[in-house]
């Protein structure tokens, strides 16, 4: 298994976590972009890549979900800037890696590896 699969399974996993941790305290639009980062993580990882080199609709597809599971990345590191505690550089550092990861997915991908 690739090491950026590796990665997101392990970033969704921490995601899910936090989730369930501050499920109470999270605003309905945190919750949906985590969710919505998880899900795009898990099928980034799950999809053989043999599939991938095959199929440019699958490619298009998976390449769409690396955008969309990034910007809903951006968006809980905004919301991670504007606790009323200040800004949570922890979470903000993780996230990043976590946009990280999938965008060397995608660049992966991309480049029909």
């Known amino acids: 298994m690739d090491i950026s699969r590796t990665f997101a399974i392990i970033f969704s996993i921490i995601n899910v976590l936090g989730i369930v941790w501050f499920l109470e305290s999270l605003k309905q639009s945190t919750l949906v972009s985590g ?3 998880v ?3 898990l099928t980034l990882a799950l999809v053989p890549r043999r599939l991938v080199s095959d199929n440019n609709n699958l490619r298009l597809f998976l390449l769409v979900l690396c955008v969309v599971g990034i910007s809903a990345i951006l968006f809980l590191i905004s919301q ?3 606790r009323t505690y200040g800004p949570d550089f922890g979470a903000i550092t993780l996230r ?5 990861t999938l965008l ?4 992966k991908i991309f480049h029909k590896t």
């Open 35 to 37: 969710a919505v980062a």
């Open 39 to 41: 899900i795009c993580a």
């Open 80 to 82: 991670d800037y504007q």
């Open 96 to 100: 990043s890696i976590f946009a990280a």
């Open 104 to 107: 060397s997915m995608g660049i």
